[in-house]
């Protein structure tokens, strides 16, 4: 991946993405005409912005497939490229997600038809009151409003995983926000909506993040290091659930449980395996909303395992060892692959200062309101 930056700060999509797609690549040890289908990921840009970003790398000819699932973009790149290498269609393919964003709150660009978030948008108008806020933070304030209302939540509980992402961020050098904050700090910042701060959100940035994926075989033949693997995947979209009763599950917490559930079975391991985790805090709300979700901890049980340090090193399982969405940043097309990189990095045991000790297994979760959850688990191959 590359550095993530502010809009202000920002290099042209091209630009980024290639040094993304040429540091993977040189990673994997192989050149650009190794690769035979490339999926490449981003929400705001033309049709076949995915094409440009890669011609500048190279002309061979390949497939290239451009995708769009909101904020779950990346892994939607990495779900069908590894789906690709799975069945055999390939045997080494690229998946690419970047975004070069706007400043200011996500908005909707096509006011002349109709929002695939118009049934998000009725459902909140009619769980909760009126509001101008932009549609995330009411989705998401809204979600942090229910959990308050069902289980109960101190004021500044949400504020210590922005404190938790700035102390992990500071030692992540791709991070755009490092500096260190205090909880009084988040709760003093402006309000927005329901519970959430300026800084309970994440900022607006730019940014771009690749993974080669190849099949074993494809790796003896070629030399590329393969000691870390998908060990199971899912993406799933919306349930009934999400349009009923319950802000929480409009925020996709069903979609993310199906999911977690669905790799969990799949590769034989269990939550409590579980040490290291790249999270969707796109608002300090949806990770606490996650840690349930995934099973990290019992429904309802979240303030305590932020208030015992179990979301941390020296906790149970490290959340966002990378700053998260919150300090990292969140260019939507790139975010889960951002992830993926921390936890490759993390599994080889690559991460610096960041590091997390004697892993086995690294989860990831991405969520797109829309809607798509994508939960990949990593497993370290000796």
């Known amino acids: ?3 993530f930056a502010t809009p202000s700060r920002v290099e042209s999509y091209p630009v980024m993405a290639g040094k993304a797609v040429r540091s993977a690549l040189a990673d994997a040890g192989l050149d650009y005409t190794a690769i035979q289908q490339a999926y490449v990921g981003y929400v705001y840009g033309d049709s ?6 890669l011609y500048d790398v190279g002309l061979t000819g390949i497939p290239v497939v451009n ?4 904020c779950a973009t990346g892994s939607s790149a990495l779900w069908l490229a590894r789906q690709a290498v799975e ?4 045997e080494c393919v690229l998946a690419l ?4 964003m706007q400043r200011g709150a996500l908005t909707s660009h096509w006011d002349d038809r109709p929002s695939p978030l118009g049934r998000f948008d009725e459902t909140t108008d009619r769980l909760r009151p009126p509001s101008d806020a932009p549609m995330a933070l009411k989705y998401f304030g809204g979600a942090g409003e229910a959990y308050r209302e069902k289980y109960g939540l101190a004021d500044d509980t949400l504020a210590r995983i922005a ?4 102390a992990h961020a500071a030692h992540n050098p791709y991070s755009v926000f490092r500096d260190p904050i205090t909880v009084d700090d988040v709760m003093n910042a402006p309000h927005m909506y329901g519970p959430l701060t300026r800084l309970h959100c ?3 940035t730019c940014g771009a993040a690749a993974a080669v994926l190849c099949s074993p075989a494809f790796a003896a033949r070629h030399g590329v290091r393969a000691d870390v693997t998908i060990a199971a995947q899912s993406m799933t979209t919306d349930l009934p659930s999400s349009f009923s009763t319950d802000m929480m599950r409009l925020a996709g917490y069903d979609m993310a449980r199906k999911a977690a559930d669905q790799v969990y079975e799949k590769a034989g391991v269990s939550p409590e395996d579980i040490r290291v985790v790249e ?3 796109c608002f300090t709300v949806n990770e606490l909303l996650t840690y349930e979700a995934l099973r990290l901890t019992p429904e309802g049980t979240a303030e305590k395992f932020i208030l015992e340090g179990d979301n941390t090193y020296g906790g149970r399982v490290v959340t966002n060892p990378s700053g998260g969405l919150l300090s990292k940043g969140h260019p939507l097309g790139a975010t889960g692959l951002a992830q993926c990189a921390e936890l490759v990095w993390q599994l080889r045991g690559e991460a610096g200062r960041r590091q997390v000790d004697d892993l086995e297994h690294a989860l990831q979760h991405n969520i797109g309101l829309g809607g798509a959850a994508v939960v990949t688990l990593y497993q370290k191959v000796a």
Request: aromatic share 4%.
């Open 163 to 166: 404190v938790k992402a700035r």
């Open 1 to 3: 991946m590359v550095p």
């Open 279 to 281: 999270l969707h805090d």
């Open 97 to 100: 997600g970047f975004e070069q």
């Open 202 to 204: 994440c900022p607006p």
């Open 48 to 53: 076949t912005c995915g094409q440009h970003a």
């Open 87 to 90: 069945s055999g269609a390939a």
């Open 67 to 70: 995708v769009n699932n909101n």
